[in-house]
């Protein structure tokens, strides 16, 4: 059957087949309950199997049972006459087992409910041993610039469990919306969670959609999106942007900004795309405020790495803040990069005193690192090999291979052309780890990460179109053993490709399928614009 990711060994198949069938019994040994709940309320509802709970030994039985002799997150899966035995190093092993015999039973056990009486379901005798590359193997996803209702991030966490994804980084702030109630500053929600207008498309493009946008989850929406993504073993890794990204927060809270040289009670929501000049001013106030806000943070998410952004944070502001540069003095700084590295480190420091790990984007490297800090690398590799060199933890989620926002194809017909062309096979020869480090260097990529910023994407079928299928490219980077990447064998992911099409089709993913959009996935272009959208707006630079 053709896995995705692909599994490190496969032994079969046979020729002869286990069936599934009515009374097939359902065998969970103690610390495998969140797969034998998944599998019942997910497979068996799919396929009409009630799969009964059944006693140890049992024969016609899904066994799932962890075996510590395994890798925690590794998985052996055997089909025999005596049924389907699901063995993991850890309750996390045993789901990921799970996702591959739902993989085998055809893409039927992808959907809602049955859509064809069938009284068995076969799976030729084999055996699957497996295990992941990265212990990180991430997605993020932007709900600022477009806000994805609770029940679309409920359905990416089944997306992420589908391909043997683990960890949801979600951007819960930025200068176009602050998405998560802080009970403490009732306001960043009231106010910054909502915008008047969003420009329509690129921000070059001069046109405007007039509809207001907004939109918050509340710490009950949190708290049940962190719990559906640990019943799939996914960790929920919250991003909460300092000292830039922040006019969203200034909007709400004007203190907060450079009031020295910038009116920042005039400041709304942000409504339009770019970087943005509004930094936080590097005051005592302003750390005690964001103490606050990552004190309800970490109630919230267990995560041990709490993402804090550091990324595009220009420093003009605090250059002409008389208020900035006395702190730069007080506290015998070189410059504004260390003024940014400071509040990094004020973080670093009182994250660890709390048990957790800060991570941010790589420009935390500019003014010098935190001691503890792990790095996102999204410029490219370059900062991330500085900081494996340096002994720290990476990410990698280079914009070169894994943003999924840009563009998957040239020409007219992407619905929104932006950056330049990253192919589903580019995603597929995405190397993290850079030939050159030294293998205590490389020790220190501890994952990989595709990321998904949603400027150009007002729903959750654009979402879908510019996720899919590059992410199943992507799950198989994180997961499988592949060779380097020139060594990859494309044509056979392709041709597997063709079995997963079936199932995403069947989970209702609106990716774009090979050879270009459908018609309907094709954008509706405002009233007011005069051109087609799927043309680059002439003159713009890239990455508009
Ligand atoms: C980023 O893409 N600004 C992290």
């Known amino acids: 059957m053709d896995l995705i990711p692909a599994p490190r060994a496969v032994q079969g198949p046979g ?11 359902l065998v969970a040994a103690p610390g495998t309950e969140t797969t034998e709940r998944w599998l019942r309320s997910t497979v068996g509802v799919a396929l009409g199997l009630p799969l009964p709970p059944g006693e140890a030994g049992a024969a016609n039985a899904v066994t799932l049972r962890i075996d510590d002799a395994l890798a925690p997150e590794a998985y052996r899966l055997d089909v025999s006459g005596r049924g389907v035995e699901i063995l993991g190093g850890s309750a996390a092993g045993v789901f990921w087992g799970a996702q591959t015999l739902r993989q085998l039973l055809g893409s039927d ?23 992941p590359r990265f212990g990180w193997r991430g997605l993020m996803l932007d709900v600022s610039r477009h806000f994805m209702p609770k029940d679309g991030v409920l359905r990416y966490l089944d997306l992420l469990a589908a391909h043997k994804l683990n960890v949801f980084h979600f951007h819960l702030t930025d200068d176009q919306g602050w998405r998560i109630e802080i009970e403490r500053h ?7 969670a909502w915008r008047a207008r969003s420009r329509w498309g690129y921000r070059t493009s001069g046109l405007w959609n007039e509809t207001p946008h ?4 509340t710490q009950d929406d949190i708290r049940e999106i962190v719990a559906y993504a ?13 000292p830039g990204h922040s006019q969203a927060v200034i909007a709400a809270y004007p203190e907060l900004g450079n009031t020295d040289v910038v009116d920042t009670a005039a400041l709304t929501v942000w409504d339009t795309w770019g970087i943005n000049p509004n930094i936080l001013a590097p005051t005592e106030e302003v750390l005690r405020f964001y103490e606050g806000v990552f004190e309800e943070v970490l109630d919230l998410f267990p995560s041990t790495f709490i993402h804090v952004g550091g990324d595009e944070a220009p420093k003009d502001q605090w250059k002409a ?5 006395a702190r730069i003095k007080e506290l015998g700084l070189a410059d504004e990069d260390e003024l940014q590295s400071w509040f990094i480190r004020h973080f670093d420091q009182w994250l660890a005193e709390r048990g957790r790990r800060l991570i941010g984007w790589d420009e935390i490297l500019e003014g010098g690192l935190a001691p503890g800090a792990t790095v996102s690398s999204w410029r490219g590799y370059e900062g991330g090999i500085a900081a494996a060199e340096a002994g720290h933890d990476v990410v990698m989620c280079p914009h070169t291979q894994v943003y999924l926002d840009y563009r998957q194809a040239d020409g007219d017909e992407e619905p929104m052309p932006i950056a330049y062309v990253r192919t589903l096979e580019d995603v597929y020869r995405f190397e993290p780890v850079p030939p050159q480090l030294s293998p205590e260097a490389a020790a220190h990529v501890i994952g990989v990460q595709a990321n998904v910023w949603t400027e150009v994407m007002e729903n959750q079928a654009r979402v879908d179109y510019q996720t899919f299928p590059r992410l199943a490219a992507f799950a198989e ?15 056979d992911f392709d041709r597997r490709m063709g079995a997963h099409y079936g199932r995403l089709d069947a989970l209702g993913v609106d990716y774009r399928a090979p050879g270009g959009p459908l018609p309907w996935q094709k954008r509706p272009a405002p009233e007011n614009f005069k051109g087609s959208l799927g043309r680059p707006i002439e003159g713009a630079p890239p990455n508009v």
């Open 477 to 491: 980077v994180a997961w499988s053993d592949l060779p380097a990447s020139a060594e990859r064998d494309y044509a």
């Open 214 to 217: 907004g939109g918050y989850y």
């Open 109 to 131: 056990a992808f959907r809602k409910a049955p859509v064809r009486a069938r009284a068995a379901y076969e799976i030729a005798y084999r055996t699957v041993e497996d295990s």
């Open 230 to 242: 640990a019943e799939r073993h996914i960790t929920v890794v919250p991003e909460i942007e300092i």
């Open 186 to 192: 009732p306001k960043l929600t009231e106010v910054g």
């Open 15 to 25: 020729h002869s087949a286990f069936s599934l069938v009515t009374d097939t019994q």
């Open 321 to 325: 803040s008389p208020t900035a540069q």
